[in-house]
């Protein structure tokens, strides 16, 4: 059974401050995705990484894939209110495509004013 | 409506009641998807259809059916369920619809479940 552990569970930061989301597996995937869910919401994608040692930026959140492909992290800096949410890795890629994804635990993220 | 709605957000079933959860979505997709997100375990897929046909049962029991009378619409019909069902049930869609396929999914809100 593939597993995918996201570190911390939670997070209760100050607004400005920066911070990473770890997503650690034993498993290899070709694909790792990141999302988004905020309250009463389903979770929206954020990012597709595909390659290991891949690096991607989107505005203050920086991405990284794993050279070996089985952890990811995400990095936000300068937090801001609106990134208030839980935040979801998920693997998947190969013969299964991104249909069987398998998500993560959960790493749930306050920033407060 | 746009994007993928579903309905009720909110549903309190005893363990004897028979309900359905419905799931619409509006963006000319072929592929559906029920999750189960509960507060103690991962998001966790339980079944997927492409152009209307189920490709996918994650071992869910049998008190879940699904119904996918097409591709824009997606039923969950629950019977006899016990209180550790309770959970957000989430329906997501995705273009492709063929088993494998890369394609972005897009969630629904969810509906909120509680099993008494």
């Known amino acids: 059974t593939q597993l995918l552990e996201q570190s911390p569970q939670f997070l209760s930061i100050q607004e400005g401050e920066n911070l990473t989301v770890y997503c650690n597996s034993s498993s290899v995937f070709s694909s790792l995705q990141w999302y988004r869910q905020e309250p009463g919401e389903g979770p929206v994608l954020l990012v597709t990484v595909v390659t290991g040692g891949e690096v991607k930026k989107l505005k203050r959140l920086t991405f990284q894939f794993g050279d070996a492909r089985k952890d990811s992290s995400l990095h936000i800096t300068a937090a801001q209110p609106g990134d208030t949410g839980l935040y979801l890795c998920a693997g998947g890629g190969g013969n299964t495509g991104f249909q069987k994804l398998v998500f993560g635990t959960g790493t749930r993220l306050l920033v407060s004013p | 409506e746009t994007g993928v709605t579903q309905t009720p957000r909110h549903l309190v079933m005893g363990m004897t009641n028979k309900k359905s959860l419905k799931c619409e979505q509006h963006?000319?997709?072929?592929?559906m998807y029920w999750y189960k997100q509960s507060a103690k375990k991962p998001l966790e897929l339980m079944f997927v259809y492409n152009f209307k046909e189920q490709t996918e049962n994650n071992s869910v029991p049998s008190r879940f059916s699904p119904e996918c009378p097409n591709s824009s619409h997606l039923f969950l019909h629950l019977h006899t369920l016990q209180p550790e069902d309770s959970a957000l049930y989430l329906c997501?869609?995705?273009?492709?619809?063929?088993?494998?396929?890369?394609?972005?999914?897009?969630f629904g809100p969810g509906t909120r479940l509680t099993v008494l």
């Open positions: 963006l000319g997709h072929n592929a």
């Open positions: 997501a869609s995705s273009q492709d619809g063929i088993a494998g396929g890369t394609d972005t999914q897009y």
